[in-house]
């Protein structure tokens, strides 16, 4: 596709519930990067992705979440046992390659409410 | 660690008026500088960015931004700005050397007037 793709767009859970949150980079980019952003503030860094490999995970909150590449093209943020603060937009950005100077594209967003 | 403040919440201004967005930041190493803008209900653009060379920089849709090391500043203006300019921006700072990954502000609100 053009851009970097998010879905769904909206997603509604009970506390308690498991969802799974998905991003379609661009097609052929490397790096891979999904950031939460709360309500007013701006996007945290979760976990990085060169190809399949996550080399960083540092912005995990909790071991309720995880992130998968497995082909080095879509991946999957999976959140457990879903609680409040975990209400948030999901964004998801990649780039062509690794170097930090490197343009980022992200997508429109998850947001995810959790009731 | 690295962190970025963005000094103003909100900056209310009329069209066709000057503005300034304030961002300043705190790193024990070199940084790179961006400076994204999120319109409603689409992901976020990078403006423009600082990674060496010319301390003035400039990006779209008019946009300019001045890196200042001595203040570890990176103040984000216009001199003319449009209704279309009403959007959160959002200065951010990456590691010299790293991998892109982004440390944000909290954002600035900027709503232009007719």
């Known amino acids: 596709g053009a851009g970097v793709s998010q879905s769904p767009r909206y997603k509604v859970a009970k506390r308690g519930q498991d969802v799974a949150l998905r991003c379609d980079p661009i097609?052929?980019?490397?790096?891979l990067f999904w950031y939460q952003q709360a309500l007013g503030q701006g996007p945290e860094f979760l976990t990085y992705?060169?190809?399949?490999?996550?080399?960083?995970k540092s912005g995990l909150p909790s071991d309720r979440f995880f992130a998968e590449r497995p082909e080095g093209s879509v991946s999957t943020l999976k959140i457990q046992r879903t609680q409040q603060e975990d209400s948030a937009v999901y964004l998801c950005a990649s780039s062509a390659r690794a170097p930090t100077n490197e343009k980022l594209f992200f997508g429109s967003g998850t947001q995810l409410s959790v009731l | 660690a690295q962190s970025v403040t963005q000094l103003d919440s909100q900056v209310p201004v009329f069209e066709e008026a000057p503005v300034e967005l304030r961002c300043n930041y705190s790193s024990s190493v070199s940084v790179y500088l961006f400076w994204y803008v999120q319109y409603p209900n689409q992901g976020l653009q990078l403006l423009l960015k600082y990674l060496s060379g010319s301390t003035l920089v400039k990006g779209i849709n008019g946009f300019e931004a001045e890196f200042n090391k001595s203040q570890t500043s990176f103040h984000l203006r216009k001199p003319s700005v449009h209704i279309s300019d009403t959007a959160e921006y959002f200065c951010a700072v990456s590691l010299y050397g790293g991998y892109n990954k982004l440390i944000f502000g909290a954002g600035t609100r900027l709503a232009v007037h007719p």
């Open positions: 097609s052929g980019h490397v790096s």
């Open positions: 992705f060169q190809n399949e490999a996550q080399l960083d």
